[in-house]
């Protein structure tokens, strides 16, 4: 559903999906992403709201996703159950799979260096170097190795909460940092993340939002 704060008004996206279970939503600039369990379907924000489905019929390693993620170069990435990752671009799809066999990608972010990095279920985060993700060289400087959520700062800082708190990074810099976050008490949920107009971020928890 679309919920329009101006007024109330409510727009249901039914018919228009290929899957209703809806496990992300992204989006940039005039265009929102919806991951779900049957593919993703892209909608444009117009008068129209026209919506265009993407499944493996279309190029799609598997339909089972978690995030799409749109960077800087405007390249759409598809974080996969056991698939690697998917990328779309003006050339079609390209297929990551070196290194991420069999293993479950959450979701993407992007570095001030315009570097694209993803988020692997146990395995911490991958970093990709324009041909193959390749996992972070410095992992041991983190505090876990399988992160809830995943996503940047306005300045490009990396910022991945897990159980035990939150792990920060900026590769500008090469500099690290961490926020407790009170332990298992505040146990992030997977993908629950935003960040508003002012970059602050949130993220939901098992005790609500942080």
């Known amino acids: 559903i679309r919920i329009n704060p101006r ?59 978690y995030q799409v993620f749109t960077d800087s170069q405007d390249r759409v990435w598809f974080a ?22 069999l293993k479950v990608v959450y979701g993407f972010a992007e570095d001030s260096l315009k570097q694209v990095w993803a988020n692997v279920q146990n395995e911490g985060l991958f970093i990709f170097d324009g041909k193959k993700f390749k996992p972070f060289g410095n992992q041991n400087n ?41 332990g298992t008490s505040n146990v992030p949920n997977l993908n629950s993340i935003a960040r508003d107009s002012k970059d602050r971020v949130f993220v939901g928890t098992n005790k609500g939002l942080l």
């Open 7 to 65: 007024d109330m008004t409510i727009k249901y996206f039914r018919e228009e999906l290929l899957n209703g279970s809806v496990v992300n939503i992204s989006g940039k600039n005039k265009t929102v992403w919806l991951a779900t369990l049957g593919g993703a379907s892209q909608i444009k924000i117009d008068q129209n709201f026209a919506v265009k489905n993407y499944s493996q019929a279309d190029g799609l390693s598997t339909d089972y996703l």
């Open 142 to 182: 983190l505090h876990h190795t399988n992160f809830n959520s995943f996503t940047s700062g306005q300045n490009g800082q990396l910022m991945a909460s897990h159980n035990f708190g939150i792990d920060f990074f900026d590769a500008d810099k090469n500099k690290f940092s961490y926020l407790f976050n009170g």
């Open 80 to 101: 996969t159950d056991r698939d690697g990752v998917d990328m779309l671009d003006t050339n079609g799809f390209h297929h990551f799979k070196e290194n991420l066999f």
